[in-house]
């Protein structure tokens, strides 16, 4: 092969493998001093972290359930890097927050404060820190992104405190028989609550016998088996979740819904004689109301759509 062929072959090798991409590394991490180009996770009070961060076995940390964000419902994330004074990216999955400082009295960030991604530099020693606080217990991944290299840590979040008092069911009860109450407890978070003390109150008719609800692990509720009084009426029904709440609180997530107020109908069960009754009334109610032509219209459409299925038309 002639020198000219050599040369032209070499070029288009070079120019080839620059196009060949090379494949993003990621940056050590851990809860211990890193060195080079790493991520170091630590609190301000240097207590123990459970977890290593990994997809098998992230980092585990209660959500700040208080309101504000400290050193105990949070992670430090400190960047180290040889690159100086350059761009990188922090962002977050699954309800992880983000913020570039804990709270003070300056930044007055609360639980409710942070958002899903971050913009930091590094400065002029190659350094930057942020802080990361989980607010749900489904496990998420927090992705930096630094001159081309991806690390991925991952958090999740242990259940807060009882605070919101949700979807209340409330029963038909007949005299001197039961029904139950049910109802859904979460933290300040929307996270499920599986242990509470939710206080029941019933007023009204027939001197009724009132139960607190506790939780069931197999309806993932909470539950109560309450007892109507001996005569038909109407029992109100007062339940009361007991709660810790304090300005910090409120101020990061509003008034706790704690209580719930509801009406329960007690009557006797209906006999096969009244259910007859009902039905032949709402028969000729029908009948009344619907006439030969409009059924006839009606059935038509059905009949075309249901060749199948058809209803016979009134004579």
Do not use: C
């Not at 459970?50 to 997809?55: D, L």
């Not at 991944?141 to 209340?168: E, H, N, R, S």
């Amino acid at each position: 092969m002639s020198k000219k062929l050599i040369a032209v072959a070499s070029a288009a090798a070079l120019a080839l493998s620059a196009l060949v991409a090379v494949p993003a590394s990621a940056m050590p991490f851990g809860t211990g001093a890193q060195t080079g180009n790493s991520v170091t996770v630590t609190d301000s009070s240097n207590r123990s972290i459970a977890g290593s961060g990994t997809i098998s076995n992230p980092y585990t940390v209660k959500v700040p359930e208080e309101g504000i964000v400290t050193s105990m419902t949070a992670l430090r994330f400190n960047v180290s890097s040889d690159v100086k004074s350059r761009a990188f990216t922090v962002t977050s999955t699954s309800g992880i927050k983000l913020l570039d400082a804990f709270g003070d009295s300056t930044n007055k960030y609360t639980a409710a404060s942070g958002a899903a991604s971050l913009a930091l530099t590094t400065n002029a020693t190659g350094q930057a820190e942020f802080v990361a606080f989980p607010t749900s217990t489904t496990k998420g991944v927090i992705t930096i992104t630094l001159d081309g290299d991806v690390t991925q840590i991952y958090v999740t979040g242990t259940v807060g405190a009882p605070y919101d008092l949700t979807t209340v069911v409330y029963p038909s009860m007949e005299p001197s028989k039961t029904g139950v109450i049910t109802a859904i407890v979460n933290d300040a978070f929307g996270n499920p609550v599986t242990s509470a003390t939710v206080t029941t109150t019933l007023v009204g008719t027939g001197n009724p016998v009132a139960a607190n609800l506790v939780y069931s692990s197999t309806t993932k509720r909470f539950e109560g088996t309450q007892t109507a009084g001996s005569s038909a009426g109407t029992l109100a029904v007062g339940l009361t979740l007991a709660v810790s709440e304090d300005a910090s609180r409120k101020a990061a997530f509003g008034d706790p819904e704690k209580t719930a107020f509801g009406l329960i109908q007690v009557a006797a069960a209906k006999t096969t004689d009244m259910l007859k009754a009902e039905i032949v009334a709402l028969q000729a109610q029908l009948a009344a109301s619907t006439t030969k032509a409009k059924f006839n219209k009606l059935a038509k459409r059905w009949n075309k759509k249901n060749p199948n299925n058809k209803v016979p038309l009134l004579k």
